[in-house]
């Protein structure tokens, strides 16, 4: 008897803590799905703080971990982020393809490109599957794939084998293939048609460059004013016309970037890169005036990148230089043609000036 009465308050306690791990469960669900509406309010902080509270509840809860992450790194977090993430893909390392590009934009060199990588190969699963078998999946996750967002995935791939692992040894044919299937994923992706356009410049072969360019541009360039337009990511369009003016088509260029300084003037890449262009053009008092208000920018936002500090500086030195070289020319151009007058012009007596 007393033998069967501990078999039943064992099952009593397991009723216990199954029903326990469900309400907990149903919690963290709750808990999440208020993530998503202070999300949408833009409310970071909030957001993060529920986060934190499911997770403290549940440190092994992957998706509590994945939507903290992101939230970090909005708000500077960058080593918590990289934590959790870090923990995400222990916990789960054949889902959740995000994780993956997250990582990859946070580290560099082989082990960046092995995140992308993953992240891209994640993708690709879920791209491959039927619309009904990636419903149970990945639709739960908030993870569906489009072609576009594939074919993305391999911009960014093709960008890390371009950049940070260039030094690779088979570093320029992944990135020709990344760039290549971008292209064919999704041709109406104008991302993709950039990441070849920089790849062909970086070979020398600007006019295969400036072709895929003028693709990229016919998908979104003409709609740039229009209301409901759907553009590229703010970044793509400033190395938009990084390439632009790589080419020297400097109208375009200027185009894009004086539209980019419209919807955000407060990122100093697109003022110094407008102030470059006009001293490009010659054009002085506009370079002045866009260089200067990069380096207040650049001062205010305690900016990292030094390089582009000492670039503004030195094209914001010289132009100044010019400046102040035209000013004297224009004040002794007069007293020339003074002195020119006064030497050419023959005496002239008062009685002749009557007669005149």
């Not at 911009?155 to 950049?163: D, F, I, N, P, W």
């Not at 004013?225 to 990511?233: E, K, T």
Request: proline share 4%.
């Amino acid at each position: 008897k007393k033998k069967g009465g501990s078999k039943r308050k064992s099952k009593h306690k397991q009723k216990r803590s199954i029903a326990h791990l469900l309400k907990q469960k149903r919690s963290i669900a709750h808990l999440l799905k208020q993530v998503e509406g202070k999300l949408d309010a833009f409310q970071y902080e909030e957001a993060l703080g529920l986060c934190e509270e499911a997770i403290a509840r549940d440190p092994s809860n992957v998706k509590a971990l994945e939507t903290a992450a992101p939230i970090l790194l909005e708000l500077g977090g960058e080593e918590k982020a990289y934590e959790y993430l870090r923990a995400a893909v222990r916990l789960c390392p054949e889902s959740g393809y995000s994780k993956y590009m997250y990582l990859g934009q946070m580290c560099s060199g082989d082990e960046a490109v092995a995140h992308i990588a993953k992240g891209v190969e994640l993708m690709t699963r879920l791209y491959g599957k039927k619309a009904g078998e990636a419903s149970s999946s990945s639709a739960a996750s908030g993870e569906e794939v489009t072609a576009e967002k594939l074919s993305n995935g391999y911009c960014t791939l093709a960008e890390m084998y371009l950049t940070d692992c260039c030094f690779l040894p088979d570093a320029d044919q992944k990135c020709l293939e990344s760039c290549t299937k971008a292209v064919s994923i999704a041709p109406q992706n104008p991302e993709a048609h950039q990441a070849m356009a920089s790849y062909l410049l970086t070979k020398g072969d600007l006019d295969g460059a400036k072709e895929s360019l003028v693709k990229c541009l016919e998908l979104w360039l003409p709609h740039q004013g229009a209301p409901d337009a759907i553009l590229p990511p703010y970044p793509a369009r400033i190395n938009c016309a990084k390439l632009l003016m790589e080419m020297e088509e400097m109208e375009k260029a200027s185009c894009i970037l004086e539209h980019l300084l419209k919807e955000d003037d407060e990122v100093v890449e697109v003022w110094y890169l407008l102030g470059w262009l006009s001293y490009l053009n010659q054009d002085m008092t506009a370079a002045r005036s866009y260089l200067t208000e990069a380096e207040t920018l650049f001062r205010k936002a305690e900016c990292d990148d030094v390089g582009m500090l000492e670039h503004i500086q030195e094209v914001l030195k010289e132009v100044l230089s010019c400046s102040q070289e035209n000013e004297e020319g224009e004040e002794q151009e007069p007293a020339a043609n003074g002195e020119a007058s006064d030497q050419e012009s023959p005496d002239v007596s008062s009685d002749e000036m009557e007669l005149t």
